[in-house]
Each structure stands twice: as C-alpha cells, then as structure tokens.
Antibody
Framework: QITLKESGPTLVKPTQTLTLTCTFSGFSLSTSGVGVGWIRQPPGKALEWLALIYWDDDKRYSPSLKSRLTITKDTSKNQVVLTMTNMDPVDTATYYC???????????????WGQGTLVTVSS | QSALTQPPSVSGSPGQSVTISCTGTSSDVGSYNRVSWYQQPPGTAPKLMIYEVSNRPSGVPDRFSGSKSGNTASLTISGLQAEDEADYYCSLYTSSSTVVFGGGTKLTVL
C-alpha cells in the first residue's frame, strides 16, 4: 500500500522561503519509472501542478514558478522536499504531494495523493 | 504549457448521465493518450478516476468512463449518485514530462 504525507509550516511570512517535506512508503524512488510530484490548490480554486522529480533525479518545474522552486529527493529516507522562495499571500494554498505512475508506458498520472497541508502566507 | 479547458459546472439528477469535457489542442490532448481524471469531494484530496484517457483503476465503479475525440477528452458518469457530487479535474502529462491541470468542473447532483 502506497501512502504519502506532507509536512511543513502552516504559516509563513511574506518573502520567506517555504520548505515542505513529503514522506512516503510503499514504493522506492530508486525504482525505474517512479516519480513524486507536488501540486497546490488555493482555497476555492483549481489544482496547480508545481514540480516533479523522477527516480533518475530528473526534475521538472512549472514554467510559471520555475525560478522559485527546487525539488530534491532523499531516497534513503523516502522523502521528497520542495522549497519555494519569496512567498507571497497569493501562495496561500493546500500543498499536496502525489505518487506518479505510468511513466514507463509514456503516460503519467498521480495515484495516490497525500492528504495535503494548508500553508498560509501572512505577516 | 497549454491550458486545458473544462466547463465550470455541470449538473444532473440521480440515475442520469453527465459528461464533463476537457479541451486542449492538437499538440497535446489530440496527439497523446495522456489524459487522466481526478475526483475531489469537498475537503478531501483528489482521487484518480481515469488514466490514459479511458482506463479505470481498480476500485473505481464502472459508472465512470473516459473517452477522447479530437482535441477533447471526456469523463462520463452514468447512473448518477449523490456521492458523485464533487469537483472533477482533467490532467495532461505533456511531451516534456510535465503536468497541466484543467480548471475543474463542479458536479452537482440535483
């Protein structure tokens, strides 16, 4: 059974850097074809994909946020970390991590997702 | 990175069928079978309902089906039930190994 859980601060101040950790079980990020992604959702708004990291340490970022995002993995700890710099109130959202499947077949879908963590940006 | 267009809302009565569309371009949705669909009831995390346009994961009722015609993918829910009321999102895995989501559709069961 695959599970993921997000952790990190619930409140950050504007201009600060946000660091979120995704701790997972039930799979290894050293297995070919596996990936972990981050997705966020502002209150009452749509999902927005942020970043992906693959088993081979290949990384992909949302073009609109690329300059602010860094995604890394610690395979030994089964963790993926996302950092987002220069936080702004518009970055207030629930942040989800999710297991990416289907890479080997040319596809790519998220299953399952973590429960999400709400991050509020306010002074 | 192109956007995927979904209708903001759809509705239907119990037992009816509803279809949610997800429109891209000939370069993305029209060229690849990399569309997936997610269900998100209020206050919960998204759940995968369909992958690669029309494949259903284990445990998802066969009332949920996916298809594609040209640049538009669709999610059809037949035999609508009250528990189907949720937000639904389509997603595309791009040729650049990135992801884009649609704007979401709110399904109301009347």
């Amino acid at each position: 059974q695959i599970t993921l859980k997000e952790s990190g601060p619930t409140l950050v101040k504007p201009t600060q850097t946000l660091t979120l950790t995704c701790t997972f079980s039930g799979f290894s990020l050293s297995t070919s074809g596996v990936g972990v992604g981050w997705i966020r959702q502002p209150p009452g708004k749509a999902l927005e994909w942020l970043a992906l990291i693959y088993w081979d340490d290949d990384k992909r970022y949302s073009p609109s946020l690329k300059s602010r995002l860094t995604i890394t993995k610690d395979t030994s700890k089964n963790q993926v970390v996302l950092t987002m710099t220069n936080m702004d109130p518009v970055d207030t959202a629930t942040y989800y991590c999710a297991h990416l499947m289907g890479y080997s077949s040319g596809g790519g879908w998220f299953d399952p997702w973590g429960q999400g963590t709400l991050v509020t940006v306010s002074s | 990175q192109s956007a995927l267009t979904q209708p903001p809302s759809v509705s239907g009565s119990p037992g009816q069928s509803v279809t949610i569309s997800c429109t891209g371009t000939s370069s993305d949705v029209g060229s690849y079978n990399r569309v997936s669909w997610y269900q998100q009831p209020p206050g919960t995390a998204p759940k995968l309902m369909i992958y690669e346009v029309s494949n259903r994961p284990s445990g998802v009722p066969d009332r949920f089906s996916g298809s594609k015609s040209g640049n538009t993918a669709s999610l059809t829910i037949s035999g609508l039930q009250a528990e189907d009321e949720a937000d639904y999102y389509c997603s595309l895995y791009t040729s650049s190994s990135t992801v884009v989501f649609g704007g979401g559709t709110k399904l109301t069961v009347l």
